[in-house]
């Protein structure tokens, strides 16, 4: 936060060198052929991230100088000290004019800010609210509100949130280290503070709120076209779905979408797009013909909940997938299956589907879901996906057993993939009530890491400089293993 006219100065003459610098980053990375692509990226996106952050600040101060600022919203006691010096930006006083109507040297209000309010006791802060002609109208915690990890993990507990989420996936790795070396007794009460601003960003939940006594409750911002399975823990699978969202959203936000591309329903008119323009139809291939479309797809690496979703915003389109296999065949399956519902009804602002296992009742009574599976099979066997399973039921002379051996038969006199075709046959079982799909995966051959081929086209497309430091963690955390 820049405090005066002098910090203000500095930080735009930082933020001036940083675009020169940026300016001169392109023929730099031409000449550097012995460096990573990724690597280059990574200090491009490291200096674009300090130039927002500078530019941010700048904002904000210029802001508050024109008295653009009315109110100050504040999550906590421990946010006043930044909101005093806020508002003396904003009545356009001096630290000499403050000090004047306190009675106080000017080099005392410059210690006091220097250090937020560090030294001023309550007494002082109170003075110093009047002499600003302050009106505190938010709720501040009191000092014997329970502010501890175990407290906190305990009313988390309350919505389905278990700790190891949290430290995995929500609060950054410095709180974590002091949590695992038990070294954070003295400062317990500030980390977790720290750690709830993180928790109430993601889930929209005040610190009041969090370490209050009322039962805590997360708000929606979407309506899934699908309930979540009676099976499932309830709790654990709305928060985890709130968690992707807000990623999703994040990441909507960032992307800088160049021409807005239509979305093409049309299997064989995708596979002819895809062999055409990227070759072979492998999971990267159709990663990259997504994203091209302009459709980012968040890969997530956390067990159970849901396989995919697809969310709208705006009429701008997300794909998250989630899949317990490294199978790259069933990734690319579940990628078309998730591009034929994102190109579903265009003209809707809002859309938004949740996936579960394949096997589930909710996924294979739907018409829509039938239909992008059939989508993703025609678009991986050439429009052929129905055909191809009638060959192979003949060959089984009904006889469910010889199934497995009819896909390879039919696969190699047909010249398609067996994985696919076998995906496509235990997509077709479900519909029967037949869970076909361990069978299905002992026909698979094309293994890899496949959240990592999606994490690491996701890193190349991202443009981190136009997410705050806060979301650059969550997002971070989320694509750590």
């Not at 805590?216 to 699908?226: G, H, S, T, V």
């Not at 579960?356 to 239909?371: A, G, I, M, P, V």
Request: proline share 3%; hydrophobic share 40%; with cysteine.
């Amino acid at each position: 936060m820049l405090k005066n006219a002098r910090q203000h100065k500095i930080a735009k003459s930082q933020a001036k060198k940083f675009r020169e610098a940026l300016s001169r980053f392109s023929d730099e990375k031409k000449r550097a052929k012995d460096i990573h692509p990724l690597l280059i990226k990574a200090q491009q996106d490291a200096l674009m991230s300090q130039l927002h952050d500078l530019q941010n600040e700048i904002a904000e101060y210029e802001a508050l100088q024109k008295g653009k600022r009315k109110f100050l919203e504040l999550d906590s006691f421990d946010e006043l000290p930044r909101a005093l010096i806020q508002a003396r930006i904003s009545l356009g006083l001096s630290h000499k004019d403050l000090a004047d109507r306190l009675g106080l040297k000017e080099q005392q209000i410059q210690r006091y800010e220097a250090t937020d309010y560090a030294s001023a006791n309550l007494s002082r802060i109170s003075d110093v609210i009047k002499a600003l002609d302050l009106k505190v109208l938010k709720n501040i915690l009191l000092p014997e509100v329970n502010k501890t990890f175990e407290h906190l993990f305990s009313r988390l507990g309350e919505l389905g949130i278990n700790d190891n989420f949290i430290r995995n996936r929500i609060i950054p790795r410095n709180i974590v280290s002091f949590l695992e070396t038990n070294k954070f007794k003295k400062n317990e009460s500030t980390l977790v503070s720290k750690a709830a601003a993180y928790i109430g960003r993601v889930f929209d939940l005040k610190p009041v709120s969090i370490f209050g006594d009322e039962p805590l409750e997360l708000k929606y911002r979407f309506a899934p076209l699908f309930k979540a399975p009676r099976r499932k823990n309830e709790k654990y699978f709305n928060a985890y779905t709130v968690y992707a969202h807000y990623l999703a959203l994040l990441i909507l936000e960032s992307i800088r979408i160049e021409t807005k591309r239509v979305i093409p329903t049309n299997p064989l008119e995708v596979r002819e797009a895809l062999i055409s323009n990227y070759g072979d139809l492998t999971f990267e291939n159709i990663l990259r013909y997504v994203w091209d479309l302009g459709i980012p797809v968040l890969p997530l690496n956390d067990p159970g909940v849901f396989h995919g979703a697809c969310w709208r915003v705006n009429r701008k389109n997300i794909i998250v997938l989630k899949q317990k296999t490294q199978f790259m065949s069933r990734w690319a399956f579940d990628l078309l299956h998730e591009l034929y519902h994102a190109g579903q009804e265009p003209e809707k602002d809002k859309y938004d589907v949740i996936e579960y296992e394949e096997t589930s009742s909710e996924r294979y009574d739907s018409l829509d879901e039938k239909e992008a599976s059939i989508f993703a099979g025609d678009v991986l066997l050439g429009g052929r996906a129905e055909e191809l399973a009638q060959l192979c039921v003949k060959e089984t002379d009904n006889k469910l057993e010889w199934l497995k051996s009819a896909v390879q038969k039919v696969a190699t006199r047909e010249n398609v993939l067996v994985d696919y075709l076998a995906n496509y046959l235990a997509f077709r079982l479900t519909l029967q009530d037949e869970n076909w799909w361990g069978t299905a995966n002992n026909l698979q051959s094309i293994r890899g890491n496949s959240w990592g081929v999606a994490r690491d086209i996701f890193l190349q497309r991202i443009d981190f400089s136009r997410i705050n430091k806060v979301d650059q963690t969550l997002i971070q955390l989320a694509l750590t293993k």
